[in-house]
């Protein structure tokens, strides 16, 4: 993997981190994100990608990620893992800023879905240790994803600097 920092990809990332701060935001008061917001958040997501040309110039890559979030985002939602926001948001994340946003692998693919993946299992692993711990504790059983998803996005995003 090289480093690779465009504007595209700065702008992506900001636009991501910004919808993601705003749905936990929901997410922590209420458990709630309507609607309203999660298409008014992804509309301008999608035109400040297609604006700075990011969505053109990883076509592949943006289409695998988009493809593998929506169906294994969708089965997790049928098994009762996430929530109908939660499927919205990495379906969000797939489809606006897929792979790695700072760094260039030779596969586009392959990038959009062990991305795509990694960020699915780090939030899977941190809400099942953060459930353990509510449970026992609190006898909380309603665990906001967002905020978890939030960290992982940047984690993921992040370590490409590193």
Request: charged share 10%; proline share 3%.
């Amino acid at each position: 993997m090289a480093l690779e920092i465009t504007i595209s990809s700065i702008l992506s990332f900001i636009a991501i981190t910004l919808l993601l701060l705003i749905y936990t935001g929901f997410d922590l008061r209420t458990r709630h994100v309507p609607n309203r917001i999660m298409i008014i958040g992804g509309s301008v997501g999608m035109a400040i990608v297609i604006l700075t040309g990011h969505l053109f110039e990883h076509v592949l890559l943006h289409v695998s990620s988009g493809i593998f979030m929506i169906i294994v985002a969708y089965m997790l939602f049928r098994v009762g893992a996430f929530g109908g926001a939660d499927v919205k948001a990495v379906t969000t994340i797939a489809i606006l800023s897929p792979g790695i946003e700072f760094g260039g692998w030779s596969d586009p693919i392959l990038e959009g879905i062990v991305a795509s993946g990694l960020l699915l299992a780090i939030v899977l692993v941190c809400a099942y240790i953060y459930s353990k711990y509510k449970r026992k504790r609190l006898g909380v059983d309603v665990i906001p994803l967002l905020p978890i998803m939030l960290v992982a996005y940047l984690v993921l995003q992040l370590l490409a600097l590193v």
